[in-house]
């Protein structure tokens, strides 16, 4: 079978369908990447057939505010909006015309494709190809039952709070996300493909494709009332890593001090992460005096300047840390939402205090709350006392661990890129001819 995926030049995006990508090379299928020119060595190393974007352009988590100079400027719904329609939706004919293009020159059976490209109902109506949605983020279709997008709302507990998350989902719906539904829709009109008026622009994927690999175990979920057959929650996707290979510089013993009664680990991130006051130095003059080791994976910004700032001999600052690993020995996450390292540290058992907004990290961090495994803060830019505080308590009530524990119980239960490979396998045989 041949298989093609397709992914944004965003790590959070592209990383967690890499191991999946490599189940299914080898067990034999013939796999090949559409994706931007910034992983073309990740996957030549990997023996990957790498075709780059060619009209679409690469949003990258570094280059989004050279980009797009007045998008530093936003925050809250117009940030959210701004992101919905110059990041996402203007690029769906630019990335379908390349795919198409690709197509001609080296045909596939499938097609999988990151849930942030919205390319699925123009490659399946139009090309005929089966298409697997893989979703690296929370699910994000619609129901009932489930808060609107980017709020950070739990479940409504009652009619008072439903009367006000239903009056979030219009506003969803009818400003934040009208630019970049309009522009979806145009694109669809150029091709004569009409979208349906009813759902939101975040359910095309989800009605448009054959099958959806969903990351995270359903626990992770809001409940739902309508449930969708297609949508197969596979655990914890991580990074390929080729047997014996380390990361340099993110390994999880090499001079670290083990001598402490607690270990916490700090990040904030790939993406926002270059204003380290929002979090990353808040949480280190919460804890710095703690009686725990302390480790900071900056993401490669301002390492140098933080191990000056903060020289106490627990507190240990990287570029980048080896979390799969560090993780074995961790009691505490302080982190601002990302799901990717959610769910990792869900994944050992670690329980977490998040704090984020921006990028969806609300509704990551608010089905954190519900399910008990962490202290959710709820703001951008936490107070020290109040992350010294939630740490605290998650040091000091065992059944924050017990609770995070339990979940890791239900990644442990499959190989998850083995159940992802499975999913892509089975829509591929319903591939006509």
């Not at 988590?61 to 980009?67: H, M, S, Y």
């Not at 494709?209 to 979920?221: H, K, N, R, W």
């Not at 993110?250 to 270059?274: F, K, S």
């Not at 704090?355 to 959710?376: F, P």
Request: with cysteine.
């Amino acid at each position: 079978m041949k298989i093609l995926f397709a992914s944004q030049a965003i790590d959070g995006h592209f990383n967690p369908m890499t191991g999946v990508a490599m189940r299914l090379k080898d067990r034999g299928h013939e796999v090949a990447w559409y994706t931007g020119p910034v992983y073309a060595d990740r996957l030549g190393g990997m023996g990957i057939q790498h075709f780059p974007f060619r009209r679409a352009t690469e949003h990258r988590a570094d280059n989004l505010n050279e980009l797009y100079p007045e998008r530093a400027k936003l925050k809250g719904p117009r940030a959210i909006g701004f992101d919905g329609e110059k990041i996402f939706a203007s690029n769906v004919s630019h990335f379908f015309e390349d795919i198409r293009e690709v197509a001609q020159q080296d045909p596939f059976d499938v097609l999988v494709a990151d849930s942030s490209m919205f390319i699925h109902r123009l490659v399946s109506h139009l090309m005929g190809t089966t298409v697997v949605n893989f979703v690296a983020i929370p699910n994000m279709e619609s129901d009932p039952q489930v808060p609107p997008l980017f709020f950070g709302f739990r479940p409504p507990r009652n009619p008072m709070e439903k009367a006000i998350q239903g009056l979030a989902g219009l506003l969803s719906d009818k400003v934040i996300l009208r630019p970049a539904s309009q522009s979806y829709r145009r694109q669809h009109t150029a091709y004569g493909q009409a979208v349906p008026r009813e759902g939101r622009l975040t359910d095309e994927p989800y009605r448009c494709s054959d099958a959806i690999i969903q990351t995270g175990p359903e626990s992770l979920d809001f409940p739902r009332r309508r449930v969708n057959p297609k949508v197969h929650y596979v655990g914890a996707l991580l990074p390929y890593r080729s047997a014996g290979q380390s990361v340099a510089g993110r390994g999880a013993g090499d001079g670290l001090p083990r001598n402490y009664p607690a270990t916490l680990v700090i990040t904030q991130g790939t993406v926002d992460n270059l204003d380290q006051d929002k979090l990353i130095v808040p949480a280190l003059e919460a804890v710095k005096d703690m009686d725990a080791l302390v480790i900071v994976a900056t993401g490669g910004h301002g390492t140098e300047a933080l191990t000056a700032r903060f020289a106490q001999p627990n507190v240990v600052v990287r570029d980048y840390v080896d979390f799969a690993e560090v993780f074995d020995f961790t009691d505490c996450f302080i982190t601002n939402g990302g799901f990717g390292g959610v769910q990792l540290s869900l994944s050992k058992g670690v329980p977490l205090v998040v704090s984020g907004i921006n990028e969806g990290k609300s509704d990551v961090n608010a089905r954190v709350e519900y399910a008990g495994v962490g202290i959710n803060l709820r703001t951008e830019s936490p107070k020290p006392a109040d992350i010294a505080a939630a740490v605290g308590k998650i040091l000091a009530d065992p059944g924050w661990k017990s609770r995070a524990r339990k979940m890791q119980e239900q990644f442990e239960g499959e190989d998850p890129a083995e159940v992802a490979a499975a999913v892509v396998e089975d829509a591929g045989r319903r591939t006509p001819g």
